[in-house]
């Protein structure tokens, strides 16, 4: 039997109002460890923010980000995935639009996280990606 996003997914994906400053979304992306947040309002998901986002459209743009908000900088067109959806499909998904992590959505709202590094440790957990993604500090 074909496994599902939810039994690999990071349940309870960080997310925050469209309107938050850009330096408190890096500040809860340090002190949780990870490197995007998604960015919802009133429940649904609106988009998604990385640490790369925050440089090239955040810092790259302007020397003063002290009043610039996630709707800003955040990746408006997100693909998602469904809990439901077989792991193997949505693997298929990120490649084909070439990006690392996806949200999973239920019903509009953002219910967890899959990244390629899930895939890598559940797949073969020895090979380097594996490793790397079981690090501290990589999740």
């Given at each position: ?81 469904r809990p439901d959806e077989e ?53």
């Open positions: 039997m074909a496994q599902l996003i939810r039994e690999l997914m990071t349940p309870q994906p960080i997310t925050l109002p469209s309107d938050t400053s850009v330096q408190e979304a890096a500040r809860t992306m340090r002190d949780t460890d990870i490197g995007d947040v998604l960015v919802a309002d009133d429940g649904r998901l609106r988009g998604i923010v990385t640490d790369r986002d925050l440089v090239i459209r955040g810092l790259a743009e302007r020397d003063d980000l002290s009043d610039m908000r996630l709707h800003e900088v955040c990746s408006e067109h997100v693909i998602t995935a792991v193997d499909n949505v693997i298929a998904k990120m490649r084909e639009h070439a990006i690392r992590r996806i949200p999973v959505v239920d019903n509009g709202e953002a219910v967890g996280m899959f990244s390629l590094g899930d895939a890598a440790m559940e797949r073969d957990p020895r090979s380097a990606l594996g490793d790397i993604s079981a690090a501290q500090g990589n999740r």
